[in-house]
């Protein structure tokens, strides 16, 4: 089936540092989603992204889309310890159309301070 | 606050005996879905509700079965429970199915099977 990586898989930063994550997908995508899910809770949706090359941001989060619409990306500047959880990009409409998400394989990120 | 819930939020079962995890919502979504979350693994769609159409995905298990009596509540049967079914099942929640639709997730049941 389709699938949608992300890397890296874990990422251990110190507080402060910048961190990104890179969601890559072998077909276009009519849009994006993000999702954060901290340990042991659940998915909590971000943001979508629908144009080719739209940024987006939000505090300390950048959101990009790729031009070519196949790639998306999240950054953090300056981590806290709040930020600490598994993101995940779930770009909708990979199996059957609609809003289907499949997720990508996730990027689980540990603050340490 | 409108919301999704989930009970039980853990469930423990034994090897064969049938569970039921429920899910109510009070967003008045046409969507809900259910998905099986594995440990350190992504959310997998097993099947979904438009309305009282339900939408199964090719590759869940007929050990899986669901229901949506009303539009607020949306039930998750496992007939015969393996212990490969451990895991969160996560109920979530969409106006409707336009590729735009957010999804809105609810805290998760996490299943022991013993």
């Known amino acids: 089936g389709q699938q949608v990586m992300q890397i890296p898989q874990y990422q251990h930063v110190q507080e402060g540092e910048d961190f990104t994550t890179y969601c890559n997908s072998s077909?276009?995508?009519?849009?994006i989603q993000w999702y954060k899910q901290r340990p042991g809770g659940h998915p909590v949706f971000l943001i979508q992204l629908v144009k080719s090359g739209e940024v987006k941001k939000q505090k300390r989060l950048t959101f990009q889309f790729g031009e070519a619409k196949k790639n998306s990306s999240l950054h953090i500047t300056a981590t806290q310890t709040t930020d600490v959880g598994t993101y995940f990009c779930?770009?909708?409409?990979?199996?059957?159309?609609?809003?289907?998400?499949?997720f990508g394989t996730g990027t689980q990120l540990k603050v340490e301070l | 606050d409108a919301m999704v819930i989930q009970n039980p939020r853990y469930q423990v079962t034994q090897f064969g005996k049938p569970v039921t995890l429920s899910c109510s919502q009070t967003l008045n979504h046409n969507v809900m879905y259910w998905y099986q979350q594995k440990s350190s693994q992504a959310p997998k769609l097993l099947f979904h509700y438009y309305d009282k159409d339900f939408n199964n995905e090719a590759d869940t298990p007929d050990n899986f079965q669901s229901r949506r009596p009303n539009t607020s509540f949306c039930f998750l049967d496992i007939r015969s429970p393996g212990l490969g079914d451990a895991a969160m099942y996560l109920c979530?929640?969409?106006?409707?199915?336009?590729?735009?639709?957010?999804?809105?997730f609810g805290p998760g049941t996490r299943l022991t099977v013993l």
């Open positions: 979530a929640t969409s106006r409707a199915r336009q590729g735009t639709d957010t999804q809105y």
């Open positions: 779930a770009p909708p409409g990979l199996t059957g159309g609609g809003n289907k998400l499949t």
């Open positions: 077909t276009t995508l009519s849009n």
